[in-house]
T-cell receptor
Framework: EPEVTQTPSHQVTQMGQEVILRCVPI?????FYWYRQILGQKVEFLVS????????KSEIFDDQFSVERPDGSNFTLKIRSTKLEDSAMYFC??????????????FGDGTRLSIL | AQSVTQPDIHITVSEGASLELRCNYS??????LFWYVQSPGQGLQLLLK??????LVQGIKGFEAEFKRSQSSFNLRKPSVHWSDAAEYFC??????????FGKGTRLHILP
């Protein structure tokens, strides 16, 4: 079964540094998402992306965050200047259609981001 | 606003026993409902989903869930749990837009 793949599985970064988390969504999917899960808390929506632009974002997704689909297969989340509170598990997801359809989101295994 | 409540943070059952994990949601229209499972160090795997139609939905690994509109619930059940079912289970709701709202999760422990 096709999977969403994320790299790296664990990223350790100094506070203030930029970090890029990478995702390869399922190949025929058109909608892409990032979520995060701070340790011990629930999974929270960050952003959705369709047709090369952000379709929805949460209040968490402020100016230090950006997303990009640099080529036909990758989907990236960039954090410009990391803060300690950015430490979390970041999940990428993809779906064939958007939330108003009946196509579920498929999640990757996540990237654990640790900010020192 | 959409929200999901999973009232049980931890549940412990014996292997072979039946399981029910509770989920209540708040949503203004007919929701899309999901259960995801997260094993330690792993990602979120979709167990089952409800969009419309039959209110009893079957999922993978022998799980099922029942949508009860009158109770705003979508409880997950399994008739006989296996040690490999030990994991964290997340109920989630979506529908009007792109995002999925997750509950805080229920961690399932299995006694041998």
């Amino acid at each position: 079964e096709p999977e969403v793949t994320q790299t790296p599985s664990h990223q350790v970064t100094q506070m203030g540094q930029e970090v890029i988390l990478r995702c390869v969504p399922i190949s025929n999917h058109l909608y892409f998402y990032w979520y995060r899960q701070i340790l011990g808390q629930k999974v929270e929506f960050l952003v959705s992306f369709y047709n090369n632009e952000i379709s929805e974002k949460s209040e968490i997704f402020d100016d230090q965050f950006s997303v990009e689909r640099p080529d036909g297969s990758n989907f990236t989340l960039k954090i410009r200047s990391t803060k300690l509170e950015d430490s979390a598990m970041y999940f990428c997801a993809s779906s064939e259609m958007g939330g108003r359809s009946n196509q579920p989101q498929h999640f990757g295994d996540g990237t654990r981001l640790s900010i020192l | 606003a959409q929200s999901v409540t999973q009232p049980d943070i931890h549940i412990t059952v014996s292997e072979g026993a039946s399981l029910e994990l509770r989920c209540n949601y708040s949503y203004g229209a007919t929701p899309y409902l999901f259960w995801y499972v997260q094993s330690p160090g792993q990602g979120l795997q979709l167990l089952l989903k409800y969009f419309s139609g039959d209110t009893l939905v079957q999922g993978i690994k022998g799980f099922e869930a029942e949508f009860k509109r009158s109770q705003s619930s979508f409880n997950l059940r399994k008739p006989s749990v296996h040690w490999s079912d030990a994991a964290e289970y997340f109920c989630a709701v979506g529908g009007g837009d792109d995002k999925i709202i997750f509950g805080k999760g229920t961690r399932l422990h299995i006694l041998p």
